[in-house]
């Protein structure tokens, strides 16, 4: 699905479950046995519903049995619950991609991310946690609101074995060098009373419960250069920047149908002109319109707030996981300044879209704009990582390719950048321009391996060897800057011109041919 769209879902906090309480699930505890040791998991189904039952509903119906802990990082988290790990005929290099075939709403609690706490794992995409699961072996707090929790394990005995495959030998890429001692044997579920000395139940860590404003708020982002009147009862979150199309703000408001209405603030540096970006949107939404997924009802330039900007309405067409759609309205507004473009979106369940709308055109007639302050341009990653820092941002073409930043290979790129190559000032400054380069031509090569499955088996293909070759640094010492640039960013540049140059030149070609066909 176009960037665009899936950036305006994945900010809304669109959440189309229904709080149900599962009181069964409050006295279920489930043992996984490994050959380190047995973990018993106990649940918290008042705060996470619908994950406690997904979970304890595919542990009944054995579905992680023979599964493996695929991915292990000693002093942060040990992973497992995909499928693909359980099966000897799907390579090693596709661990970490499998899942259910369905996903789950993200159901984010306030509970923090301490030691044996139980989360979920999942993409970028907040809504796409499906079976993958991870147990904090340190407490990793950054975590905390971005991942749902729905467990913690119990006994020391569960703890001293988190601690053997916290702590077991793995590969560059994370994976568990001997990974029959990580199987998951045997998972069951039994009731509470059936285990004897048992710790009491204690309520998990929880941080600061965030209460909703009474009254309007006033909000100045003097990085950005723009502040605005939020509506009295919603929240204005600054959420992690994910990807280079993800909002900076996001105001959310309370729930009134089966989602969260919300405001999101996406502002970019921009030397373009307000009417080249508006045609960069109509481009963007084509594939869309022509799918059916998007019917725009209208567009227009006006006045807002006495800036001159650009409004389009659509109407998106959703299939939750039981094939029931769903309509979502959105309303876009650009405005653009002299270097830079503000897009404000407003996005509702379309039954409750018009009811809404009025606290959106209330925002956008507060806003105002002045020169910024130096502007933070950097892309945080919100994936399940030992480091909180990303300054490099995210490999949109490897992500892409193996369909979720989860991956192995993702994870391999990302470590070998921020552990390698930027560890030196010279790598820092390298990879500063190198992301200028490569955000120029990465999102339309990754958005052509979306829709084309075939080219995007083949630039799996041909990653390989990249990976291969950017291996010779984890068996160097690179602690100084002759040394990065001799090592890395040689090896690096020696790949640029076969793996990323090559498929966006292809891309370029194809698209212009098309182009060149339908005139």
């Given at each position: 699905m176009n960037k665009i769209i899936l950036s305006i879902l994945s900010f809304s906090l669109i959440f189309s479950f229904t709080p149900l309480a599962?009181?069964?699930?409050?006295?279920?505890?489930?043992?996984?046995?490994?050959?380190?040791?047995?973990?018993?998991?106990?649940?918290f189904p008042d705060d996470a519903p619908n994950h406690v039952k997904n979970f304890v509903t595919l542990a009944e119906d054995g579905f992680y049995t023979g599964t493996i802990f695929h991915r292990i990082i000693e002093g942060f988290m040990i992973q497992g619950g995909d499928p693909k790990s359980a099966d000897p005929s799907v390579s090693m290099n596709e661990w970490g991609t499998g899942d259910p075939g369905y996903t789950i709403d993200a159901e984010f609690n306030n509970i923090e991310h301490k030691r044996g706490i139980v989360s979920m794992a999942r993409s970028n995409d907040p809504n796409s946690a499906g079976s993958q699961f991870f147990i904090v072996h340190?407490?990793?707090?950054?975590?905390?609101?971005?991942?749902?929790?729905f467990g913690r394990i119990l006994t020391d005995e569960s703890f001293a074995t988190l601690d053997k495959i916290a702590t077991m030998q793995t590969a560059p890429n994370d994976q568990p060098l001997e990974a029959w001692k990580v199987i998951l044997e045997n998972v069951q579920i039994i009731d509470r009373s059936e285990i004897t000395n048992l710790p009491e139940y204690i309520p998990p860590s929880t941080s600061e419960q965030i209460t909703p404003p009474t009254e309007k708020q006033n909000n100045t982002f003097d990085e950005y250069g723009i502040s605005f009147t939020s509506p009295a009862g919603w929240l204005v979150q600054n959420p992690p920047v994910t990807s280079p199309t993800s909002?900076?703000?996001?105001?959310?408001?309370p729930k009134t149908s089966t989602s969260m209405p919300a405001i999101s603030f996406r502002i970019d540096e921009s030397s373009k002109t307000l009417d080249e970006h508006i045609e960069l949107m109509r481009q963007s939404l084509e594939p869309l319109i022509e799918n059916n997924v998007l019917d725009v009802t209208g567009e227009t330039k006006t006045s807002i707030s006495n800036y001159l900007g650009y409004v389009i309405k659509a109407i998106g067409h959703f299939e939750n996981a039981d094939g029931v759609e769903r309509l979502v309205g959105f309303s876009?507004?650009?405005?653009?300044?002299?270097?830079?473009?503000?897009?404000?979106?407003?996005?509702n369940n379309l039954e409750s879209f018009d009811l809404q709308e009025k606290y959106f055109m209330e925002t956008l007639d507060s806003i105002k704009l002045f020169i910024p302050q130096p502007m933070k341009t950097g892309i945080q990653n919100t994936e399940v990582t030992s480091d909180e820092s990303s300054e490099g941002g995210g490999c949109l073409i490897a992500t892409a390719a193996y369909g979720s930043e989860m991956a192995p290979q993702v994870q391999f790129l990302r470590e070998i950048r921020d552990n390698k190559v930027m560890t030196t000032q010279s790598g820092t400054t390298f990879m500063t321009g190198f992301n200028q380069f490569y955000?120029?031509?990465?999102?339309?090569?990754?958005?052509?391996?979306?829709?084309?499955?075939?080219?995007?088996?083949?630039?799996?293909?041909?990653?390989?060897?990249?990976?291969?070759?950017?291996?010779?640094?984890?068996?160097v010492d690179v602690d100084s800057e002759q040394e990065i640039l001799g090592y890395g960013i040689g090896i690096i540049l020696l790949n640029i011109g076969m793996y990323f140059v090559a498929p966006a030149a292809a891309i370029i070609a194809i698209k212009n041919r098309k182009r060149f066909c339908q005139n």
């Open positions: 599962f009181a069964e699930y409050e006295d279920t505890i489930v043992i996984i046995e490994t050959q380190q040791g047995r973990l018993l998991i106990e649940f340190k407490d990793s707090n950054f975590l905390d609101g971005q991942y749902t929790v909002p900076q703000v996001v105001v959310v408001g876009s507004v650009m405005i653009k300044d002299d270097n830079r473009i503000y897009t404000i979106q407003y996005t955000y120029s031509f990465s999102p339309a090569v990754a958005d052509y391996e979306r829709e084309n499955p075939v080219f995007k088996e083949a630039v799996k293909v041909t990653l390989t060897p990249m990976l291969t070759s950017l291996t010779l640094l984890n068996y």
